[in-house]
Structure formats: structure tokens, C-alpha cells
């Protein structure tokens, strides 16, 4: 079993900046995907940002050029580094991962979830 735990999350003002961490207690090496999710009360949980075993990334089109999804593999843990923060980015933020066993059969694992809040 996978267990992710996330931190960094809090109430920063508009413009700033906060860095999430999730911490894995596996290899993420042998995790396919690695992401971040959000959720607002009442929305369904969105893609935030995915990077893969070998690197390649994924973004939501609302945080390209603002958020970096980046990982240590050494430390078992994926970061998400989230610049110029808007009132709209206000979520529990969820760290996932991702083992894909075969074409049908995917095992999906999730942190607690941190809260983030940006303040106007």
C-alpha cells in the first residue's frame, strides 16, 4: 500500500507563493504518475499537474506558466511549487499516484489533502 502524505499547504495573499509537498512511502520511481489534484466544495476534483517516471509533465491550463510540478526521487517525494496565487486556486489540494498493473487495471492512491487559500 502507498501511503502520500502532503504538507506545505495555508492562506497566502494573492501574488504569492507556496511550495506542496507529498511524501511517499514507496519508490515513486515504480509510480507511473504523480500528481496534484484539487478540489473546490461542490466541484469535481480537477488535474492540478502529473509528471510521469520518466519525466514528462502535465499542467491544467489554469496554472501553466504559474505552478512547476517537479520530484526527488532520492526522497520519495513530488513537489508542486505554485507561484502567482489567485483567489481562484483556493482548494484542497490532493497528492495522487498512480500504478497502471495493465490496460484495465490501475491502482490509484491519495494523500489526506492540504488546504490551500488565497486571500484577495
Known amino acids: 500500500q502507498v501511503q502520500l502524505v502532503e504538507s506545505g499547504g495555508g492562506l497566502v495573499q494573492a501574488g504569492g507563493s507556496l511550495r506542496l509537498s507529498c511524501a511517499a512511502s514507496a519508490s515513486i520511481s515504480s509510480i507511473d504518475h504523480m500528481g496534484w489534484y484539487r478540489q473546490v466544495p461542490g466541484k469535481q476534483r480537477e488535474l492540478v499537474a502529473s509528471i510521469t517516471n520518466g519525466g514528462g509533465t502535465v499542467y491544467a491550463d489554469s496554472v501553466k506558466g504559474r505552478f512547476t510540478i517537479n520530484r526527488d526521487n532520492t526522497k520519495n517525494t513530488v513537489y508542486l511549487q505554485m507561484n502567482s496565487l489567485k483567489p481562484e486556486d483556493t482548494a484542497v489540494y490532493y497528492c495522487?499516484?498512480?500504478?497502471?498493473?495493465?490496460?484495465?487495471?490501475?491502482?490509484?492512491?491519495w494523500g489526506q489533502g492540504t488546504q490551500v487559500t488565497v486571500s484577495s
Open positions: 495522487n499516484a498512480l500504478v497502471i498493473r495493465s490496460i484495465r487495471v490501475r491502482n490509484d492512491y
